[in-house]
């Protein structure tokens, strides 16, 4: 279990890594197709503006983290492949009623860290208004629940079964679904 403001890796085939309740909070899943190394980070909110805490918490530190995590598990960066999930719109403030848009700038701030990083995004399923929990298995399998609907797997990072191979995979989103808020 990957609870608020972690992360986690398995170097197991077999292993399992899951967040669960994602409201705003974005479940970065990040696999190595050839060394078969899967993480998992549960970002909290989008930027530490310089303030110490879990290195999991901010979307700024939770991915540099976990990919020094699994690159010290023997994970190469050129063959990760990455799903991101969650960054519900589920907060309005108390006194305004304004959105306060935290899902919406967890998404933001991730996508913009991955990409200064040519990361290969292979599915996204964020925004809305619905919680989500992400199971990240050792095999390179992304399931996701969203509350409310039936579990479904979202996408194999590891590459089984696709006809694409890694070459031209950077940058490039294969499976994106953006809730409407």
Do not use: W
């Amino acid at each position: 279990m990957v609870g608020m403001a972690e992360m986690a890796i398995t170097c197991s085939a077999g292993g399992v890594l899951m967040a669960l309740g994602l409201g705003s909070c974005v479940g970065v899943c990040v696999y190595d197709y050839h060394k078969k190394i899967a993480g998992l980070a549960h970002v909290v909110l989008p930027a530490s503006g310089g303030q110490c805490g879990s290195d999991g918490k901010y979307a700024d530190t939770a991915i540099p983290a976990l990919l020094k995590a699994m690159a010290a598990a023997g994970a190469n960066e050129r063959s990760l492949r990455y799903a991101i999930v969650g960054g519900a719109q589920l907060f309005i403030g108390a006194s305004t009623g304004a959105r306060l848009d935290i899902g919406p700038r967890n998404v933001e701030a991730v996508l913009a860290l991955l990409k200064a990083r040519n990361a290969a995004i292979l599915a996204q399923d964020t925004g809305g208004n619905s919680g989500r929990t992400v199971t990240v298995f050792g095999d390179g399998r992304v399931r996701l629940r969203t509350l409310g609907k039936t579990e479904r797997d979202l996408v194999n990072l590891s590459g089984a079964g696709s006809e694409r191979g890694s070459a031209g995979l950077a940058g490039t989103a294969l499976n994106v679904h953006m809730a409407a808020a």
